[in-house]
């Protein structure tokens, strides 16, 4: 009697997403394909060197609680807005940021989990004011993408 025989494949992993993967986000009522600056040495390189992005492309710099925030333009050629988001993704402040300042652009908040960082002009071009949301669970999906538990940062899985 022959048997039947199954081959099996067998499963192979998928590969985790990394700080160069690009992820659509909406942000207000536009979606933004933002890269993901989680670890230390990925926020501090942040966009250094970038000498171009996409006219709805820049970088989210997700923390896993919420603080004031500090940034600077140490070795980064684009000029940038960035906005702060606090840990519901509502975006509470904004501010330019200039090609190579070195000085700091400091949140008046505190309370503060998200930045995301666009070319200059992005947020009033798209007309994304003080309230606008961050989708947090694209943000949610895309941490998980990069092998992070989104509950580490307060947000469910």
């Given at each position: 009697?022959?048997?039947?025989?199954?081959?099996?494949?067998?499963?192979?992993?998928?590969?985790?997403?990394?700080?160069?993967?690009y992820?659509?986000?909406?942000?207000?009522?536009?979606?933004?394909?933002l890269?993901?600056?989680?670890?230390?040495?990925e926020m501090?390189r942040?966009?250094?060197?970038?000498?171009s992005?996409?006219?709805?492309e820049?970088?989210?710099?997700?923390?896993?609680?919420?603080?004031?925030?500090?940034?600077w333009?140490?070795?980064?050629?684009l000029?940038?807005?960035?906005?702060?988001?606090?840990?519901?993704?509502?975006?509470?402040e904004?501010?330019p940021?200039?090609?190579?300042?070195?000085?700091?652009?400091?949140?008046r908040?505190?309370k503060?989990?998200?930045?995301?960082?666009?070319?200059?002009?992005?947020?009033?071009?798209?007309?994304?004011?003080?309230?606008?949301?961050?989708?947090?669970?694209?943000?949610?999906?895309a941490?998980?993408?990069?092998?992070f538990?989104?509950?580490?940062?307060?947000?469910?899985?």
């Open positions: 009697m022959l048997g039947a025989v199954f081959a099996q494949t067998p499963s192979v992993p998928t590969a985790l997403k990394t700080v160069h993967d992820f659509e986000v909406g942000l207000g009522d536009k979606v933004v394909r890269q993901f600056a989680v670890t230390g040495p501090q942040g966009l250094m060197f970038r000498e992005l996409g006219p709805d820049g970088m989210i710099f997700v923390y896993d609680k919420p603080q004031a925030m500090s940034f333009m140490h070795n980064t050629p000029p940038l807005h960035i906005g702060f988001f606090d840990a519901e993704g509502v975006l509470k904004y501010y940021l200039f090609p190579y300042d070195e000085n700091t652009v400091k949140s908040g505190d503060l989990q998200y930045a995301v960082e666009v070319r200059q002009g992005w947020f009033r071009e798209n007309k994304i004011v003080g309230g606008a949301r961050l989708d947090l669970k694209a943000v949610a999906a941490l998980k993408a990069r092998g538990d989104p509950t580490k940062y307060g947000l469910p899985k």
